[in-house]
Nanobody, 120 residues
Framework: QVHLVESGGGLVQTGGSLRLSCAAS????????GGWFRQAPGKEREFVAG???????TYYAVSGGRFTISRDNTKNMMYLQMNSLKPEDTAVYYC??????????????WGQGTQVTVSS
């Protein structure tokens, strides 16, 4: 198992940007695909983006080009750069580690989440 801790959430106005970070510990994060999920109040958890173990491949389930997922295995870190934020992006964002960066059901380890609130 890998232990994950998110940071970087907060309150931002519509059109603003945030960079979420995910710090991994325990087993080497470079052995896992990484992903970001989000859950808004009253809604199911939603897959946002995934990145392969070496960072060479990415997959975006949502964002329309506004989000960028990246990772730095030398630091055991993963990031989600979010630009042009909209109120509908408001949610708790979770980072996760798994075996296939494209498949949400393949993620097994989860962080505790960080709140992102976008005001209109």
């Amino acid at each position: 198992q890998v232990h994950l801790v998110e940071s970087g959430g907060g309150l931002v106005q519509t059109g603003g940007s945030l960079r979420l970070s995910c710090a991994a510990s325990g087993r080497s994060f470079s052995g896992f695909a990484g992903g970001w999920f989000r859950q808004a109040p009253g809604k199911e958890r939603e897959f946002v983006a995934g990145i392969s173990w070496n960072g060479d491949s990415t997959y975006y389930a949502v964002s329309g080009g506004r989000f960028t997922i990246s990772r730095d295995n030398t630091k055991n870190m993963m990031y989600l750069q979010m630009n042009s934020l909209k109120p509908e992006d408001t949610a708790v964002y979770y980072c996760a580690a798994g075996s296939d960066y494209r498949l949400p059901h393949e993620y097994r380890s989860w962080g505790q989440g960080t709140q992102v609130t976008v005001s209109s």
